[in-house]
């Protein structure tokens, strides 16, 4: 239900009780347009392949452009202030969307470089790794004579070349990884060690959730590495049963497509709330399509498939800048003027939505992060432009900006939503249930027993049914009447009238 659509009806509501929105209200659309160049071409093109709603695709699609992004690039908001362009999202659909679908032909091209880059290593890898496995059995071969010498002089030399050999041994190169779609945090820590620092999470699962709450660890949840993967921060692990890891500076970047169910409850997790790891993620919630897709799609046109694959490639193959010490580090990119200016004024408005009395009052978890968040998209976007170039050369314009802060105004709205989601009670979800059969139906008034009959797979028993009808009656959307018995018998079910300017609406 649109506040514009109340607005237009006409004449005034009769003496009904305010209308308070369900948990998951009618929500702005993301526009693809606001993706750039191949990104979004290939975004609208999965969409209309798969007939899934465009926020999944956008999602997956950014989530993939940031994993490579995040690899050699940080945004520079301002002098001492950086951030990282790796990105967290999440888009919740019901089961049989497709989000499996949608997911793989987003992180093809990942995939694809992973495979490639094993190739062209293979060759080193096996020659390393022979020619590590000699001098082992040089230095072992020295070590034995040592220990058998009986010259204390010849067996110290032998000692001492030995170690010499065992010093000058070469690292056998990893198969590259990128990502990943089950680990451990524990594990987690490791990949990120072992490749370079960056890393994604990818899952059409919320199995990630029960990651976190600790399922290999007794349920005690592991949050640290994974709180500071989001901002950057260092992390040194040290357990006895463990090599120790130590990260200087870790990006990782999640992109989720749960159900959802997974979602409800979230917030009463330990730590997940008052931690901030919920706050770390960009959620959307697009509604489902099933039940009104043509089942006669388009398949992704060759040339936009093969545009995505060598933009996200491109990217992936940026040169890493080297420091005087021989050190890798990202790229840094800066805003221009006017694109700082638009930033500033969002970050501004979040900060006053903050406010006691304000729309975010009690979102300040998610609210802190956004304008970072804000700047993070940005550097991806800036860098799907430059993908074929070098985006550290550029300023990130206004006009990249402005797409950015359209895509979080957005994604605003839907996480509001899901965070209210993550802590709603059952029977909001039930009256939503029962409120959209009502809205497909265009139903001004019928019967409890008529609902009960159209909705007994979801509602076995009229009790349950009328719960979420109470839920709906308390916010305004419609009223239940008992009708007078009129004589013995089974007494006759309640009228249910929808709110009349709802209504008037659909006629």
Not at 88 to 93: G, I, N, S
Request: hydrophobic share 45%.
């Amino acid at each position: 239900m649109s506040a514009d659509l109340l607005k237009t009806a006409a004449p005034p509501p009769e003496d009904w009780p305010e209308l308070v929105p369900l948990d998951a209200p009618n929500l702005p659309r993301l526009d693809l347009v606001h993706l750039p160049g191949w990104a979004g071409d290939y975004a609208r093109a999965i969409a209309t392949d798969t007939e899934t709603p465009p926020e999944l695709a956008a999602g997956m699609v950014l989530v993939a452009c940031a994993t490579a992004a995040a690899r050699r690039l940080r945004v520079m908001v301002k002098p001492g202030y950086f951030e990282p362009c790796n990105l967290w999202a999440v888009v919740a659909l019901p089961p049989g969307n497709r989000k499996s679908a949608v997911q793989s032909a987003a992180t093809a091209p990942l995939v694809a470089w992973e495979r490639d880059q094993a190739a062209i290593l293979e060759p080193e890898i096996k020659r390393i790794t022979s020619e590590r496995k000699t001098l082992e059995a040089r230095a072992k071969e020295k070590r034995n004579k040592a220990a058998k010498e009986k010259d204390n002089g010849k067996a110290a030399e032998l000692a001492r070349e030995a170690a010499d050999i065992e010093a000058e041994l070469p690292d056998i190169p990893m198969q590259p990884q990128i990502w990943t779609s089950d680990a451990t945090p524990e594990r987690l820590g490791a990949l990120l060690a072992e490749h370079g620092e960056c890393m994604a999470w990818l899952s059409s699962e919320g199995g990630v959730f029960d990651l976190l709450q600790g399922r290999y660890s007794n349920g005690i949840p592991n949050l640290d590495l994974v709180l500071k993967a989001h901002s950057g921060d260092a992390e040194r692990v040290d357990r006895g049963s463990r090599p120790p890891v130590f990260l200087k500076g870790p990006r990782l970047s999640i992109g989720l497509s749960p159900q959802p169910d997974v979602l409800r409850g979230l917030a009463a997790k330990p730590g997940f709330r008052g931690r901030g790891l919920l706050g770390r993620f960009l959620y959307l919630l697009p509604p489902s399509p099933l039940g009104y897709r043509a089942l006669q799609s388009k398949p992704v046109p060759e040339g936009v498939r093969d545009a995505y694959a060598a933009g996200l490639r491109a990217m992936l193959d940026w040169e890493p800048v080297t420091d005087e010490h021989g050190e890798q580090r990202s790229h840094l990119l800066r805003l221009s003027d006017e694109a700082y200016a638009e930033w500033y004024a969002f970050a501004q408005a979040i900060e006053v939505q903050m406010q006691p009395g304000r729309e975010l009052e009690h979102f300040t978890d998610w609210a802190g992060k956004a304008p970072g968040a804000a700047a993070r998209l940005a550097g991806v976007l800036h860098g799907i432009k430059h993908a074929h170039g070098t985006p550290w050369e550029a300023a990130i314009t206004a006009e990249t900006m402005t797409a950015a802060l359209e895509i979080m105004a957005v994604i605003t709205r839907h996480s509001l939503a899901a965070l209210d989601m993550m802590g709603a009670d059952p029977t909001i979800a039930a009256a939503r249930l029962v409120w959209d059969w009502i809205e497909r139906g265009r139903l001004d008034r019928f019967t409890v027993r008529e609902a009960f009959n159209a909705l007994r797979g979801t509602f076995p028993r009229v009790a349950m049914l009328r719960e979420a009808l109470d839920a709906l009656e308390e916010r305004g959307y419609l009223e239940v009447t008992e009708p007078l018995r009129d004589g013995p018998g089974r007494p006759p079910s309640p009228i249910v009238r929808v709110r009349p300017e709802i209504a008037r609406a659909w006629r």
